[in-house]
């Protein structure tokens, strides 16, 4: 997490109040921008997108923006927001669909326009919980790793020697890629979470990080943690702090996100690493190892049995029925296998967090409780295809062998995003270099993406981009090479590009 704060740049260097910023004096030759950066080229459609933007925060009004490439989308929306901010006391979240994006707004953009701006603000990355290190956990781990894992010393060491020197404490800052398995058991979570009273809470890394960000002014995000939080806000608890402006980059990415998060999602890999973190039968290691659980040993056996029957049931399904339905399925389409076999894992695991003194021992309990509770409940959702507005289907991959995934998306995302995202902030800005189906400048190009997330009242704003594609792009049709997706299309086309 980076925090830009350029306390040169105070309001008194303006004069006193903050006036409104015109746009045109800002990117016009001469103006703030180009007297910090020399190779910067003044552009039409630059002024009118961050004159655009500028309106919609400070008038509460929705934007969709087509702006090709070249335009300098991030310019264009920073500067109304860094005014925005500075203006109220209300916070702007930006969110993107891609790390490189992210990177690029908090390692260059925001800490170039900190520098050359008349304005004083504070902006932070915001990541997911889980990418931080619980110290508390890997304490835990530490203290139980023979029973735990195996061949788990090395990497271990490395985490801890890594914990004793990072200031970030995040999954991005570690110098090597952990096990996902042992990640797992070392990261921060809200369900296993002590609080203040944990011993590690003053110096906690996500603590820490939830502390900047709750005096940020702008908050970078991604789509999956702006959903996540819209979500939680809406059960009454959070993420992310409150903020009344949304800006969204990469929009065209917007409508796929919100599928995977008010859909549902079960692998036979998911139940699988859930199973093995407690007993795994190949290694004899897990949470469950050297206690006195010979019946929650023999639920988890039984219950690992009972999915591999469960989803090989699901795959005769699918290799029979795929020509026809496309993996779709209706209800009760196999046999529930496995709820109750994890309900009764459940209401035994519950048992053992009762018996066990160790305070961290008892959250690594609960923590699969909570587990155990999802994953049933959300069986039983998928079976009996509780939303009719829902499209439930079955697909595989090879990945790490043949798994099998029950998967569920509204079938319309609109109403979920406008109820969660769209009624319930003052500005939301959509931009992208695709978000219109038309040539033209025309509002109704728009209609086709703001009908799929539920965008009614809005302005649009289409750009063409600056680039001279005649003099400046060649395009070279090359007819001797086979489609993209056949498999010797990567290494023909890298021999023809040398060619060219």
């Not at 087509?66 to 969110?95: D, H, M, N, W």
């Not at 326009?113 to 990541?127: G, H, I, S, W």
């Not at 398995?181 to 979570?189: H, N, R, T």
């Not at 819209?230 to 993420?239: P, R, V």
Request: net charge positive.
């Amino acid at each position: 997490m980076i925090r830009i704060n350029n306390p040169s740049n105070t309001p008194e260097d303006t004069g006193g109040e903050l006036n409104s910023i015109k746009m045109k004096q800002i990117f016009s030759p001469g103006g703030l921008i180009s007297e910090s950066f020399s190779g910067f080229e003044h552009r039409p459609q630059q002024v009118k997108m961050a004159s655009a933007v500028q309106h919609s925060l400070a008038k509460g009004k929705h934007l969709a923006v087509e702006a090709g490439t070249g335009v300098g989308k991030s310019f264009a929306y920073l500067i109304p927001a860094i005014e925005k901010v500075c203006q109220s006391p209300e916070r702007v979240l930006l969110s993107t669909f891609t790390i490189t994006l992210q990177e690029q707004l908090i390692n260059k953009d925001i800490p170039f326009l900190a520098e050359c701006m008349p304005r004083n603000f504070t902006a932070v990355l915001a990541k997911g919980r889980g990418n931080y290190l619980c110290k508390r956990r890997l304490e835990f781990t530490i203290r139980k790793q023979k029973g735990l894992f195996e061949n788990s010393a090395s990497e271990l060491d490395r985490i801890s020697r890594w914990e004793k020197k990072t200031e970030d404490g995040s999954l991005s800052d570690i110098p090597f890629l952990p096990r996902s398995s042992l990640w797992d058991a070392v990261k921060s979570e809200h369900g296993n979470c002590r609080g203040r009273k944990c011993p590690y809470f003053r110096n906690c890394y996500y603590w820490r990080a939830r502390r900047r960000i709750e005096n940020a002014q702008i908050i970078v995000a991604n789509h999956a943690l702006l959903f996540s939080d819209l979500i939680l806000k809406e059960q009454g608890a959070s993420i992310l702090p409150d903020y009344r402006s949304v800006i969204i980059d990469e929009a065209h990415n917007t409508e796929h996100v919100a599928e995977e998060h008010f859909g549902i999602n079960i692998s036979k890999w998911r139940i699988k690493f859930l199973l093995d973190a407690l007993y795994n039968p190949r290694t004899h290691k897990g949470l469950l190892f050297g206690k006195d659980a010979e019946k929650a040993v023999d639920l988890v056996l039984q219950t690992a049995k009972r999915s591999d029957e469960f989803f090989k049931l699901v795959l005769d399904w699918f290799e029979a029925n795929k020509k026809e339905t496309a993996g779709r399925c209706y209800k009760h389409f196999v046999d529930d296998k496995i709820s109750g076999f994890l309900k009764n894992l459940r209401a035994e695991l519950q048992k053992l967090h009762g018996k066990t003194n160790d305070v961290d021992e008892k959250f690594e309990y609960i923590r699969f409780v909570d587990r155990c509770a999802a994953l049933s409940q959300e069986l039983d959702s998928f079976l009996t295809q509780q939303r009719n507005d829902c499209i439930y289907w079955v697909e595989t991959t090879e990945k790490k062998g043949k798994n099998v995934l029950l998967k569920s998306a509204p079938l319309n995302v609109g109403p979920d995003v406008k109820y969660y995202l769209l009624d319930k902030f003052d500005s939301v800005i959509f931009t992208s270099a695709t978000l219109s189906t038309e040539p033209n400048e025309s509002k109704s190009g728009f209609n086709f993406f703001a009908n799929s997330i539920g965008l009614e009242n809005f302005e649009a704003l289409k750009l063409g981009s600056p680039f001279d594609y005649k003099k400046q792009a060649t395009l070279f049709i090359e007819k001797d090479l086979p489609s993209p997706n056949h498999r010797s299309y990567l290494k023909l086309a890298a021999e023809k590009i040398k060619k060219y």
